[in-house]
């Protein structure tokens, strides 16, 4: 039953598989997260319930808490990276001088990789 409790209470990470530096920082994260965090691939996900449509996901990293919120981009990356002992080399990311940074600099990143793997009218790799 504990076991059972602690499969509910995890939180997600859906990120796009087709994209290698995605794969790559989601097998280092695999090394290093605890069980209270499930990694999934976009592409082989079958149910949105509760969640944005598939391109909406492939836009920006998306994390759906134990508690069901739903965070996106750096603060997704950022919740993600805190159940691992490198918490503390990511927070950082969220203090209040380098947060708008970090997100302007977020959202330009995906912009450019969405466009680069998918091309400017979504139409995406299944």
């Known amino acids: 039953m504990e076991n059972n409790r602690q499969h509910c209470a995890q939180s997600t990470l859906y990120y796009d598989g087709h994209c290698s530096l995605c794969t790559r920082e989601m097998a280092r994260l ?3 997260k605890d069980t209270g965090l499930r990694l999934q691939d976009i592409h082989q996900l079958d149910d949105f319930r509760g969640l944005p449509d598939r391109d909406t996901l492939l836009r920006n990293l998306h994390l759906k808490t134990a508690e069901g919120r739903l965070l996106t981009g750096v603060d997704a990356n950022v919740a993600a990276w805190q159940g691992t002992r490198y918490r503390h080399l990511v927070g950082w990311m969220r203090w209040p001088v380098v947060k708008p940074v970090a997100d302007a600099v977020y959202r330009w990143w ?17």
């Open 30 to 32: 695999a090394e290093f």
């Open 110 to 126: 995906a912009r450019w990789r969405y466009r680069r793997l998918y091309g400017n009218n979504g139409n995406q790799q299944q």
